[in-house]
């Protein structure tokens, strides 16, 4: 059983030790580090780098101040941010729509969102017809209700209608 006294060393040591472990959380290099951990594993939205700090337990301000600092050194950037997520998701067979929507929802602006899908150069058209392909194969849809199955993929997928049209039509025809 323990003293008094030894309790009451244990108690202090347990104060000491949360202490040190909230100053942690209001130390802007301690969040730059966090910070750099993130982004050494991909690229990150500025949005996104301060709700990952947020959750981790640091001060609103000071991840703040972090990420202002790794912007200004440019080891944080929307743009190339972007640009790197439109790639990722025009890899994984994604459309406009849904690259758009993902981006806002991470909180990009809107100038950064249009400058990657158009940076991307992509063909959008050519994109949704080998989704399709991949998914159901070389025949395209007679019946109406396979037509309409496919195009519902499609456009969860996040491609525009005239690309849905194009991709299921049975002449194939852009």
């Given amino acids: 059983m323990l003293t008094r006294r030894a309790g009451l060393r244990a108690h202090g040591a347990l104060l000491r030790a949360e202490r040190m472990h909230d100053d942690k959380f209001r130390d802007p290099i301690e969040a730059r580090k966090k910070a750099m951990d993130y982004l050494a594993r991909r690229e990150h939205g500025r949005g996104e780098l301060l709700d990952k700090l947020a959750?981790?337990?640091?001060?609103?301000?000071?991840?703040?101040?972090?990420?202002?600092?790794?912007?200004?050194?440019?080891?944080?950037?929307?743009?190339?941010?972007a640009e790197a997520f439109v790639r990722s998701r025009i890899n994984q067979g994604k459309g406009p729509v849904r690259i758009r929507a993902d981006l806002r929802e991470r909180g990009l602006?809107?100038?950064?969102?249009?400058?990657?899908?158009?940076?991307?150069?992509?063909?959008?058209?050519?994109?949704?017809?080998?989704?399709?392909?991949?998914?159901?194969?070389?025949?395209?849809?007679?019946?109406?209700?396979?037509?309409?199955?496919?195009?519902?993929?499609?456009?969860?997928r996040g491609f525009e209608p005239d690309q849905i049209q194009a991709a299921v039509s049975s002449d194939g025809v852009f």
Avoid at 58 to 78: H, K, R, T
Avoid at 118 to 138: H, I, M, Q, S
Wanted: proline residues 3%.
């Fill in 109 to 156: 602006a809107s100038s950064d969102v249009d400058l990657a899908l158009e940076e991307a150069n992509a063909d959008w058209y050519a994109l949704a017809r080998d989704v399709r392909l991949k998914k159901f194969g070389p025949d395209t849809p007679i019946e109406f209700k396979e037509k309409a199955r496919q195009m519902r993929f499609l456009q969860s």
């Fill in 55 to 81: 959750r981790f337990g640091f001060d609103a301000d000071v991840a703040d101040e972090a990420v202002a600092q790794l912007v200004d050194d440019g080891l944080q950037s929307d743009a190339r941010f």
